[in-house]
């Protein structure tokens, strides 16, 4: 890789909405729970396992929103909490043991376990990372065992991906001081975008560039004062924080989303790491141009569209910026349940002036909103999607955005089609 130089913004992080007002709310919420993330993380990190310490209700969340597999060993289960262990007759770090020991002895293939908290388990205040380090000094060097906390109280679906990260960022490795500085690609993406991202990297000649999480646990990635780290996810405020703790620093920039977001977020790391303009231009135009001719089919479907956002998955900034400047949508409300101002700096500036933000939900008084905006489109959670639907609006679920490999050139035109097929269906429906 080539020296490092000093990072500089690519995106100007001023104009657009840049300080726009932001209205901020507080009241009832409805959004899944940071459990949510097993469904995406257990297919990424091929040999973790996640444990959820929780109740039925847990069970069932993760099963139904996962798909309960029959064919394959799931690489995630809920350990009950039941109410012997509420009541405290029972010893639940004991039962935790024997649950731990029977899982690892029948699965050798594991290699990383996560215990994951849920709110019963904060509420008999379960002290997960005394029990994660117990068992990774008994399972050790062959498991390692972490924790986090995918708990429901106040906090969103994918924050799970967050803490989840968080909790691995103290394992990695450091990088030793004759390291050549590196880069680091921070958030789960599907593995054919992840492989899509690491080729554009190496014609662009960074070579060497590592993701978080890897796909096996023996592949973490080192992390030091030399790691300059990109963040491929609009949610990893404690995975970032916990890298600069590190020493690593990030690189300012909007997120991979649309061909604009990818070009950005590419250049952000070419120029950070010395690499030419006409380098970046020549090895992207193709990319460029696929996502250009796959943008322009729906932007005829698109153009002029309204839509409103409710707060659910955080990446609703990059998609409301991707939908206004790369489809010609219009924002009515963009509403997010973090707003990361640092984080979100560059999308801000380049968000239509005028756009309406909130922060935050209340949830009665959004709907309120929605229904005087009269919007095109609503992209929101599962649990208000119905409802609305019901009222006569075309929704989108946000979940699905987490889901569907949407980041980098060639997913562009998926992306856009996540807006075009409701519309259409609502369209045919209507005739
Ligand atoms: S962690 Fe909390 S919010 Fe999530 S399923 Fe369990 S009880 Fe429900």
Not at 292 to 301: E, K, M, V, Y
Not at 320 to 330: G, H, I, N, V
Request: charged share 20%; hydrophobic share 45%.
């Amino acid at each position: 890789m080539s020296p490092v130089i000093p990072i500089t913004s690519v995106a100007s992080a001023s104009g657009g909405c840049s300080d726009a007002p932001v209205l901020r709310e507080r009241g009832q919420r409805e959004v899944f729970c940071g459990l949510t993330g097993i469904i995406w993380l257990h297919r990424k990190i091929q040999d973790a396992f996640f444990l959820v310490v929780g109740s039925r209700t847990c069970a069932h969340l993760i099963q139904s929103a996962a798909g309960v597999m029959i064919f394959a060993e799931p690489r995630f289960a809920t350990a009950i909490i039941d109410e012997r262990d509420l009541a405290g007759l029972a010893d639940v770090n004991e039962e935790l043991d024997r649950v731990v020991t029977r899982l690892l002895t029948r699965r050798p293939e594991i290699k990383l376990l996560f215990l994951v908290g849920s709110c019963p388990s904060e509420v008999i205040k379960l002290d997960l990372s005394r029990a994660a380090s117990r068992l990774s000094r008994h399972f050790s060097p062959e498991v390692r065992v972490l924790n986090y906390s995918g708990s429901g109280i106040e906090t969103t679906f994918t924050q799970g991906e967050d803490a989840c990260l968080a909790a691995l960022v103290p394992s990695l490795p450091a990088t030793s001081a004759d390291a050549p500085p590196s880069l680091l690609v921070v958030g789960a993406l599907a593995d054919v975008v992840e492989d899509q991202f690491a080729r554009l990297f190496e014609q662009l000649g960074l070579h060497g560039v590592r993701f978080l999480p890897p796909r096996h646990a023996h592949e973490l990635p080192a992390v030091g004062p030399d790691t300059r780290f990109l963040l491929a996810q609009p949610f990893l405020a404690d995975t970032a924080r916990a890298l600069e703790e590190r020493g690593a620093q990030r690189l300012a920039a909007p997120f991979p989303l649309g061909a604009e977001g990818t070009s950005r977020w590419l250049q952000a790391a070419t120029r950070a790491f010395g690499i030419a303009d006409e380098v970046f231009e020549r090895i992207t135009a193709p990319g460029r141009a696929r996502a250009a001719a796959a943008l322009a089919r729906h932007r005829l479907q698109l153009a002029g569209k309204r839509v409103f956002f409710f707060p659910d998955s955080q990446l609703e900034i990059p998609i409301a910026r991707f939908l206004s400047r790369e489809l010609d949508m219009q924002l009515t409300e963009v509403g997010s349940p973090y707003l990361h101002r640092q984080h979100l700096a560059e999308e801000l500036a380049l968000l239509p002036e005028g756009t309406t933000l909130s922060e935050g939900q209340h949830v009665e008084k959004q709907l309120d909103r929605c229904r005087a905006a009269q919007p095109d489109i609503v992209v929101c959670g599962l649990g208000l999607a119905n409802p609305l639907e019901a009222e006569g609006f075309t929704t989108k679920w946000s979940i699905e955005l987490v889901f569907t490999p949407i980041h980098g050139y060639d997913q562009a035109g998926d992306l856009a089609e996540l807006f075009t097929r409701p519309l259409l269906r609502r369209t045919k429906l209507a005739a």
